[in-house]
């Protein structure tokens, strides 16, 4: 099946990962045995904020070990994955859900080399990172070499955006939460593997919040009335990677696999 295969190449690509670095991470807190202290309290930058900086993956489920601690959570597949309730969907966006998931993903336009969107880029197997100064956020992602920014320096969002896969992005802050607002969404994007669709309609509300060293916490929530019936939220708990980096994986480069994928 198409699905185990991507799957399988993704494993493939992320495994070799932690060998690929010898270097401990300067101001991480250790124990006394050396190892990374995820328990401590959050890093501040030099003003007093929060610092979201580091390389982090999403948490993967209870029942994920050994090999599958490289894979991804389940938001991978389904970004509704962890909620109790079904995605409140328009019509024709329950009917395309239902025959993009029936197809495997077939069409998912990642399978062509194609940037995933926003959300994509905290739900990916590979890593991401977070770099972060008085006035920009930038979280950058492995798969495909690609960033996004988040300007948290006071400006307002663009009033006719030029559509986008990331969209634009604003951030304030709430006392130690960053409050980040993105508009400007091109048409067609896939939230996920299953296809939820995400349209140029959509707003999106990002709240970040790292709950102590090895622990970030982003709550988004999705108000694209062209799809969905109603606003709706997810939470994405990021873990952090300590003493490791990013590498390069760039998807078209060499690409022979396509060809041999098969659908059911």
Not at 26 to 36: E, K
Not at 148 to 171: A, E, H, M, V, W
Not at 230 to 247: C, F, G, I, N, R
Request: glycine share 8%.
């Amino acid at each position: 099946m198409r699905i185990a295969f991507a799957a399988l190449m993704i494993t493939l690509m992320t495994v070799p990962l932690r060998a690929q670095w010898d270097f401990r991470t300067p101001g991480i807190p250790r124990l006394a045995d050396g190892s990374p202290n995820l328990a401590a309290p959050p890093p501040r930058t030099a003003d007093g904020k929060p610092d979201f900086s580091g390389v982090w993956k999403l948490e993967p489920t209870a029942q994920q070990t050994g090999i599958q601690d490289y894979l991804a959570g389940p938001e991978f597949g389904n970004i509704a994955a962890r909620l109790n309730r079904p995605l409140p969907y328009q019509p024709w966006a329950e009917a395309l859900v239902k025959e993009r998931a029936a197809g495997l993903g077939k069409d998912d336009p990642v399978v062509s080399c194609w940037p995933g969107g926003t959300i994509r880029l905290y739900t990916y197997p590979p890593y991401r990172k977070i770099v972060q100064n008085a006035g920009l956020l930038v979280l950058l992602s492995e798969r495909d070499v690609t960033f996004r920014q988040i300007f948290i320096d006071g400006r307002p969002l663009p009033k006719d955006p030029n559509p986008s896969f990331n969209g634009y992005s604003t951030g304030r802050w709430e006392k130690d939460t960053l409050v980040v607002q993105t508009i400007g969404f091109r048409d067609g994007i896939w939230l996920d593997r299953r296809g939820n669709p995400l349209t140029d309609a959509a707003t999106m509300l990002e709240r970040f919040r790292r709950t102590n060293f090895g622990n970030l916490e982003v709550e988004i929530t999705i108000n694209d009335p062209k799809a969905y019936t109603e606003a709706w939220t997810v939470k994405l708990h990021q873990v952090l990677v300590p003493d490791s980096d990013l590498l390069e994986y760039y998807c078209q480069e060499n690409e022979k696999d396509a060809v041999h994928i098969l659908t059911k």
